[in-house]
T-cell receptor
């Protein structure tokens, strides 16, 4: 079974802090994704990566950056956390390189609260 | 711009009922359509994936159909159980390879 893990289930940070959310997948997947999920807005894509050291902006990249130094690990970085970044963050991975697509496998999510 | 809509937003049924969840999308140029399940406070679990060339997929008590030309998909759940209570999300993979989600239908199955 594919396993996608996220470093924290719950995280509380202060405004202005630098925040790192880590995601690791154990199935040698090519693609990794970061989403945020908010009531009434659904899931929105922040960033994705189709290869090591490669990243592409999703629909809402402002205020975020990412890092993919190794194939299995994809990090989401909030350079200076703000209260409007309080959300559930979900990481996902999938196998096939673009433009083919396959099921995305999701991690359990990190509930981030910015005070 | 692709938009995905799910109706209804919430549904409550007694145990044992068969039910249908609806999903519509505005752009028929999709690679595939997926149905996910999300339990409260948890991540998403993929239930069924229908490729754009397929009409339906089945897994156990679940059956998903796809009519690409009309931009519609349905998820049929047979003989519903309390354990089926969750939020069900529909998502299409666009021609750019991105998943675009609907806002989900929250299902409650009462014993």
């Amino acid at each position: 079974d594919v396993k996608v893990t996220q470093s924290s289930r719950y995280l509380v940070k202060r405004t202005g802090e630098k925040v790192f959310l880590e995601c690791v997948q154990d199935m040698d997947h090519e693609n990794m994704f970061w989403y945020r999920q908010d009531p009434g807005l659904g899931l929105r894509l922040i960033y994705f990566s189709y290869d090591v050291k490669m990243k592409e902006k999703g629909d809402i990249p402002e205020g975020y950056s990412v890092s993919r130094e190794k194939k299995e690990r994809f990090s989401l970085i909030l350079e200076s956390a703000s209260t409007n970044q309080t959300s559930m963050y979900l990481c996902a991975s999938s196998l096939f390189p673009r433009p083919r697509t396959d099921t995305q496998y999701f991690g359990p999510g990190t509930r981030l609260t910015v005070l | 711009k692709q938009e995905v809509t799910q109706i209804p937003a919430a549904l409550s049924v007694p145990e044992g009922e068969n039910l249908v969840l609806n999903c519509s999308f505005t752009d028929s140029a999709i690679y595939n359509l997926q149905w996910f399940r999300q339990d409260p406070g948890k991540g998403l679990t993929s239930l069924l994936l229908i490729q754009s060339s397929q009409r339906e997929q089945t897994s156990g008590r679940l059956n998903a159909s796809l009519d690409k030309s009309s931009g519609r998909s349905t998820l049929y759940i047979a003989a519903s159980q309390p354990g089926d209570s969750a939020t069900y999300l529909c998502a299409v993979t666009s021609n750019t390879g991105k998943l675009i989600f609907g806002q989900g239908t929250t299902l409650q199955v009462k014993p």
